[in-house]
């Protein structure tokens, strides 16, 4: 059984930074996607990055493209998500999930493919 353990939410100012990492144990698929998503209130929860264990390929929702960076260490499971120039529309309780590759491609993260999710990490942008 899977757990991802997530750090790194908190409180930041507009234009602040934040990073996220989820460290993942007991989780032996060779080929495997990790990465993020969120939900604010009232909103269903997006994809925000993803990256390949196999490849390195990645994803992001074009909402963070040039603002947020993913990366993976695979010898430690875990995966990191540096944000920058952090945004209001940008607080939502941020998931770490993990599953197969393939769900992790050019034109998202698949939510209904993930096999494991954390508790999730809130992000609060606001001044």
């Known amino acids: 059984q899977a757990q991802l353990e997530e750090s790194g939410g908190g409180l930041v100012q507009p234009g602040g930074s934040l990073r996220l990492s989820c460290a993942a144990s007991?989780?032996?698929?060779?080929?495997?996607?990790m990465g993020w998503f969120r939900q604010a209130p009232g909103k269903e929860r997006e994809g925000v990055s993803c990256?390949?264990?196999?490849?390195?390929?990645?994803y992001y929702a074009d909402s963070v493209k040039g603002r947020f960076t993913i990366s993976l260490d695979n010898a430690k499971n875990t995966v990191h998500l540096e944000m920058n120039s952090l945004k209001p529309e940008d607080t939502a309780v941020y998931y770490c999930a993990t599953g197969p590759d393939y769900y992790c491609s050019a034109r998202g993260y698949n939510k209904g493919g993930m096999d494991y999710w954390g508790k999730g990490t809130l992000v609060t942008v606001s001044s």
């Open positions: 007991g989780y032996t698929l060779n080929y495997y996607s």
């Open positions: 990256i390949s264990s196999s490849d390195g390929r990645t």
